[in-house]
């Protein structure tokens, strides 16, 4: 669950007046393409909303964490300024649901 990108400056309004809340970051996950060329526009949307609600310097809302990218398509999520990638299966190998 998540909020669109037109829906985050309004929702994070709220969540800044909630006293023991403090918002530390942004994080997507961004469709599971095989080739990661194709999440450059959703690795760029989401720095440019992370940058533009930073500039709006709201109580308790840091962007300190931009977290986007997985094992697959970590070196492009940085590429875009990801301070923060999951890349367990690269460490791991695959999940093995049962």
Known sequence: FG???DEVADQLGKISELRFVKVKGMMTVAPNFKDSVKNQCVFDNMHKLFIDIGAKKMDNIDMDILSMGMSGDYAKA?????????????????????
């Open 3 to 5: 909020y669109s990108a």
């Open 78 to 98: 940085i590429q875009y300024g990801a301070t923060l990638v999951r890349i367990g299966s690269a460490l791991f190998g695959a999940r093995v649901y049962r």
